[in-house]
Structures are given as structure tokens and as C-alpha cells.
């Protein structure tokens, strides 16, 4: 999401200049997380209501609008990707899913979710603490939250990448190190790393792997830097 802090990415900015490298970069739901989400709703049950956050191009709000009869709606900071979103809703005829503004640690949607889903966004929040409570208070009671997050292990993977940038028939995109740097700069600094204990000491509950109900996809590497938990309420 942008807006959450000066020394990081500023989402607007990015949003409304991506190239299609750019877009595809910020919506890795695309590739990993909505299969995921088929598995786990047909494993716990479809929700009623469903909130996105940091849901940028609208990846994982659109899927699951377009598939479920649920309530969706996506929040993010820029207002240009919100925009585009609200247009594309509009064209193609989908009713169930509705784009706001909010920012992290300090959204407060007013209202409660029975799935609230957070993915590749606590990265560029300073306030981990902050930003995991105000996820978890919009959980209806009964209701999960889903969190992507990153660890110790990106931290490692990501100095590497800024000290040696793969060619770019490797990386499948041309990677600016000093660009990398910048919007992954808190978890360069170690300030948005999260482990299961930091979670679990913010919400006063442990986290829960996500493979525990679902079958582990095949991008292990991705798994290893950016666990995927469900926390129940």
C-alpha cells in the first residue's frame, strides 16, 4: 500500500506510471495466491464477506468476486489503481466487489469481515504491530485472517539481489538494484520482517501454516522467503 512510509515506494506515483513489468511485479497473487484461496474456501467453507488489503490491481478481489457469491471489497492506498479497478468493475458487469481507499497500520474499515486477506503489502508498513492489529480487529468473530508476509529468509534473498542483479533472462525482467533498494528498503533494514513469534506477540494468538489445510503449491522458494498463515478469531 502506499502512503505508509516517506523512505519507502510511493504507490501513487508507481500506480500511475506502471509499465506491464511493473504491474505484474506488484500483483504476485496472480500467480500463487488464488489458487490457494479456491483450496482453502472449499476446505473451510465460501465466506460471505471478504476484505482485500493493499489489493492493488485487484488480482485476488476479482477473483474471488467472480467466482463466489461473497462480498468483496479491495482497499489500497492509490487512488489511481482504485480508479482503474472501479472501471473495470463497472464494465464488465461485476456487482459484489467495491474498492476504498485505506492505508496501514492505520485502516480501520469500520466494519467486520469474515476473511480479511492481506498479501506482499506488510512489507512496506514500518508499523508490523500496528498494521497486524488493525487486520485481525476486522476479522468477524469465527472469521480468518490471511496473511502473506515476509522473513529473515527475502531479507537474505533481497541483499542479494541488490549486491548482484540476475542478468535479466534470469530474473525474466530487468531489475534496477538501486530501484529494488528503495521499495523494499524496510525489509532491507530489517524493519518489516516478520516471524511466526512476532505475529503471534502482536495478536496474542499463533499463527497457523496455511498448508496445514491446503496442499503446499510447488514454488517452495517462494514459500521459504514469503510464509503464507491463517490466523483464526
Not at 108 to 132: H, I, K, Q, R
Request: hydrophobic share 40%; proline share 6%.
Amino acid at each position: 500500500m502506499a502512503g505508509t512510509h516517506p523512505e519507502t515506494i510511493d504507490w501513487t506515483d508507481f500506480w500511475t506510471d506502471a509499465s506491464d513489468d511493473d504491474r505484474e511485479s506488484a500483483s504476485p497473487s496472480a500467480a500463487v495466491l488464488t489458487d490457494v484461496l479456491a483450496d482453502f474456501f472449499a476446505e473451510r467453507g465460501v465466506p460471505d464477506t471478504f476484505a482485500d488489503v493493499g489489493c492493488g490491481a485487484g488480482v485476488t478481489s476479482f477473483f474471488v468476486a467472480e467466482n463466489y457469491d461473497t462480498e468483496v471489497t479491495g482497499y489500497d492506498a492509490a487512488e489511481p489503481v482504485l480508479a482503474e479497478n472501479r472501471e473495470r468493475a463497472r464494465d464488465d458487469g461485476v456487482e459484489n466487489v467495491s474498492f476504498e481507499r485505506g492505508v496501514l497500520p492505520d485502516w480501520n474499515p469500520g466494519v467486520e469481515f469474515d476473511v480479511v486477506v492481506c498479501y506482499a503489502t506488510m512489507c512496506y508498513v514500518a508499523d508490523s504491530e500496528g498494521a497486524l492489529r488493525a487486520l485481525y480487529d476486522a476479522v468477524a468473530p469465527g472469521g480468518v485472517l490471511i496473511l502473506g508476509y515476509t522473513n529473515r529468509f527475502a531479507k537474505s534473498h533481497y541483499e542479494n539481489v541488490v549486491a548482484n542483479p540476475p542478468d535479466p533472462d534470469e530474473a525474466g525482467r530487468d531489475i534496477d538494484p538501486d530501484r529494488f533498494a528503495e521499495r523494499f528498503s524496510l525489509v532491507l533494514s530489517d524493519e518489516s520482517t516478520l516471524s511466526y513469534r512476532q505475529i503471534h506477540d502482536a495478536l496474542d494468538t499463533w499463527p497457523r501454516s496455511l498448508w496445514e489445510v491446503v496442499e503446499k503449491p510447488d514454488q517452495r522458494w517462494m514459500w521459504r522467503n514469503h510464509p503464507v498463515v491463517w490466523v483464526p478469531k
